[in-house]
């Protein structure tokens, strides 16, 4: 619409000039005479072709003008849909962001909300767990603190038991020392152990010095020159002695089993023949030699018992092995008086029914003898007195505290 207007402008102002072209200005000169006309209608040529080039170059310029104008607005409104539709499309996202930060805003919200109520109930939940912890933490308090004051006091207890002195422990230590003495004095008659134990409570005695105990040390003192005075045999070498002597018994010679000398001899001599035996002379011979043999008379002087048989010769072995098991298990009870009957009976059995001149037999003896002339007893001093004085001076200190 401007390019039509500055169109309609400009075309007025071209006859204009034409006209003052064709006119010309009143300032040029005129000649005047016969060239005239010729000069008139050059310069009307002139002004004809000037109009025209006027008129071309104002076309030009208004088509120039109004293509470019056109151009321009087309490029113009272009820019503008292609900014409205920019627009709109910033205008479409701007609604679209707005609604997604609504939908965003609401689940922040709703985020918001279910944070702040799972806060609340771990918020409760941690209370409850403090609360419970609390009260756990003060239980385990009262169950340490009853602890300790039990510990505190077995603690004191074990403090005034360990400042009661060494006094206590070592009378304690005498009594128990001179109860195993007479406990092995009167069960089993250990004699050296029970001086080994007397021994060692004399020396305990010492080592307190206190003068309550001169009574007990006295008694003690007693006791132990009586027991130094009770002859301690070696009893596990007499076992062992009683042992090998009832292995031995077999080996013993029965009664009337004393070897003939000659018959072997004769035997022998007989059995070996000669060259010249080989003739009938020699055959004869020892025909006559083997009947002479069969009947021949010697000289007795002493009465010979006859050979036994196996179940009476067992019978006169176990007469010398029983008094000898029983005089083991004599020796090991302290039973003296069984003992010695028992090796008697054994020694009659042996004089009633074996060689008494065979050299087995003699030293058998022999040693059955010297075991039998052991001395043993069976009473022993009685330590329950001392004992007793000691408990008593134990019971009265322990009273006293």
Not at 113 to 121: Q, S, T, V
Not at 143 to 165: C, I, N, P, Y
Not at 339 to 366: I, K, N, P
Request: a negative charge.
């Amino acid at each position: 619409m401007s390019n039509d207007h500055r169109q309609n402008e400009m075309e007025p102002g071209a006859p204009k000039d034409a006209n003052n072209a064709a006119t010309g200005d009143d300032t040029v000169p005129t000649r005047r005479g016969p060239t005239a006309p010729r000069s008139h209608h050059a310069v009307a040529v002139a002004a004809f072709v000037v109009s025209l080039i006027a008129l071309a170059g104002s076309g030009f310029v208004w088509y120039s003008t109004a293509v470019t104008g056109r151009l321009a607005l087309t490029e113009t409104l272009t820019r503008a849909e292609v900014i409205a539709q920019e627009f709109d499309a910033l205008r479409s996202s701007q609604r679209t962001a707005e609604t997604q930060q609504n939908v965003l805003r609401r689940q922040i919200e709703d985020n918001r909300r279910a944070l702040e109520d799972e806060l609340k109930a771990l918020n409760e939940t941690t209370r409850t767990e403090f609360s419970r912890l609390d009260e756990q933490q003060k239980k385990v308090e009262r169950e340490l603190k009853a602890e300790f004051d039990t510990l505190v006091r077995s603690m004191e207890s074990t403090r005034q038991e360990m400042f009661r002195g060494t006094d206590e422990w070592l009378l304690e230590e005498i009594s128990q020392l001179l109860s195993l003495a007479n406990e092995r004095l009167l069960l089993i008659g250990d004699v050296r152990s029970a001086l080994t134990a007397l021994e060692l409570a004399q020396e305990r005695m010492t080592e307190l010095a206190d003068p309550t105990l001169l009574g007990v040390r006295r008694q003690l003192a007693a006791d132990t020159a009586i027991l130094t005075t009770i002859p301690v045999p070696d009893i596990d070498g007499i076992v062992l002695q009683l042992s090998i002597l009832i292995q031995q018994v077999s080996d013993l010679r029965l009664a009337g089993e004393a070897v003939v000398a000659g018959f072997t001899d004769t035997a022998e001599q007989a059995s070996k023949p000669s060259a010249a035996d080989n003739t009938l002379k020699g055959l004869g011979r020892r025909l006559i030699e083997d009947l002479s043999a069969l009947v021949r008379i010697r000289n007795v002087e002493t009465t010979q018992a006859p050979n036994l048989a196996p179940d009476q010769r067992f019978l006169v072995y176990e007469s010398i092995r029983s008094p000898l098991n029983a005089a083991q298990l004599a020796l090991l009870r302290g039973l003296p008086a069984v003992y010695r009957s028992s090796l008697d009976r054994a020694l009659a059995a042996l004089t009633r029914g074996f060689d008494e001149t065979s050299t087995e037999v003699v030293v058998f003896r022999s040693v059955i003898q010297e075991l039998a002339v052991v001395e043993l007893t069976n009473e022993y001093p009685d330590l329950s007195k001392t004992l007793g004085l000691l408990r008593e001076i134990i019971h009265r200190r322990s009273g006293s505290e």
